[in-house]
């Protein structure tokens, strides 16, 4: 993780939007709605989490 933003949906730009694959806030908040329930809005937080990716060794755990 290389790093994590807190942000309303209503603070969210049209760029944040389509990276995330939404068209518009209000496509958000329906999608959202599905698994959270009607109490998502505009002034609902929301985590965005970043990852940054480095090649190297791949770890295999295996349960004995």
């Known amino acids: 993780i290389s790093k ?10 049209e760029n944040e939007l389509k990276e995330h694959g939404y068209e518009s806030k209000n496509k958000m908040i329906e999608s959202h709605k599905v698994y959270y329930g009607d109490r998502v809005n505009n002034d609902s937080e929301l985590k ?10 791949l770890l295999v755990f295996e349960e004995n």
Do not use: R
Request: charge should be positive; hydrophobic fraction near 45%; charged fraction near 35%.
């Open 48 to 57: 965005i989490i970043s990852f940054d990716f480095k090649k190297g060794p």
């Open 4 to 13: 994590v933003i807190m942000k309303k949906i209503k603070d969210l730009s």
